[in-house]
């Protein structure tokens, strides 16, 4: 007998079948991360997953096409709270390249002490990570909608340079937060701090007139 799709889904869930699709995929979320923490997140499969959560392996492939998608989409989670802490930066009446540095400073922090985020961008990891991200349409929406809608405010005001979309400044700010997570500043550099104030404000500067 063929079972309506519904049953089937419910059948595979168990008897703590998700309320609706967004608890789904956060449950299955929650079950990525244990595995990461058991195996690493290069050596966790989807399998590992779908036996964490309770599900078929089936079930993990309706929510996400490969394990880059689902690492993608633990990382966007992570970094959300990344964001709520590095955010009240921005509250201030200081320049826009004070208040962002600020708040990336803030950013590599919260980034680093992290249990998720750590697991994520750990020495080996971090490679990976990073090309999850890089390819994660979920990933470049949240960039756009947070730090990418900064840069456009601050280049209506003339703060940063409009001659480079909003979305690519951002996308610069968050390449150098990687490149500092992988290789934080020497002390002799002046540390993270150091290193994004000797860069940014004159890569962001408007162009001359």
Not at 183 to 200: I, N, S, T, V
């Amino acid at each position: 007998m063929t079972m309506h799709s519904g049953t089937a889904r419910a059948a595979r869930w168990g008897a703590d079948l998700p309320v609706d699709e967004e608890q789904a995929r956060e449950r299955l979320l929650q079950a990525a991360e244990t595995c990461y923490g058991r195996h690493g997140p290069s050596r966790t499969k989807m399998t590992h997953i779908a036996q964490e959560a309770g599900v078929h392996r089936t079930t993990v492939y309706s929510y996400f096409p490969n394990r880059d998608a689902v690492l993608a989409a633990c990382f966007v989670r992570a970094v959300a709270g990344v964001i709520a802490a590095a955010d009240p930066c921005f509250d201030s009446d200081e320049p826009f390249s004070e208040r962002l540095v600020k708040a990336l400073l803030v950013g590599l922090e919260a980034a680093r002490n992290s249990p998720a985020m750590k697991m994520l961008i750990a020495g080996d990891e971090l490679a990976r990570t990073h090309r999850a991200a890089e390819a994660s349409e979920i990933w470049r929406e949240d960039l756009r909608a947070s730090l990418g809608q900064r840069f456009a405010e601050a280049a209506a005001k003339g703060e940063v340079r409009d001659d480079v979309p909003p979305e690519t400044l951002a996308h610069w700010a968050t390449r150098i937060c990687f490149s500092l997570i992988a290789d934080p500043g020497k002390p002799e550099h002046g540390g993270d701090e150091g290193l994004l104030r000797a860069f940014l404000p004159a890569a962001l500067a408007p162009p001359a007139h």
